[in-house]
């Protein structure tokens, strides 16, 4: 998994992406309107193919291996095809954002209680 031909500032804006990912990924966590998950995992992702040690670990883990194959197949898709799910799926976090939101701002009106 690992890429060891990248030069050093291959690995350097991979990293700066890393860290942007996983900015996004926390501030998710915190903010329903943003899919948190998705930021991390992409960030665990690019992580692997920077590090030895990370792509062992994610190795190890069940959750990680199943989503990758997922990652995999997918790549196999016609780019017609890769976008309409791109499209659904940030369709679908961003309903289930509002939806967050939306239980959130019910929770914390005067009255809703």
Not at 92 to 111: K, N, T
């Amino acid at each position: 998994m690992v890429n060891p031909v990248l030069s050093f500032f291959g690995k350097l804006i991979i990293s700066l992406v890393i860290a942007s990912l996983l900015l996004l990924g926390l501030i998710g966590l915190v903010f329903p309107v943003i899919p948190g998950l998705l930021f991390l995992f992409l960030a665990l992702l690019l992580l692997t193919r920077i590090s030895g040690r990370a792509a062992a670990w994610a190795e190890n883990h069940h959750w990680f291996r199943q989503q990758n194959r997922i990652l995999q197949r997918a790549g196999a898709m016609s780019v017609t095809d890769r976008v309409r799910l791109g499209l659904l799926v940030g369709a679908r976090a961003m309903i289930q954002g509002m939806q967050g939101l939306f239980a959130l701002l019910g929770r914390a009106l005067p009255g809703n209680r």
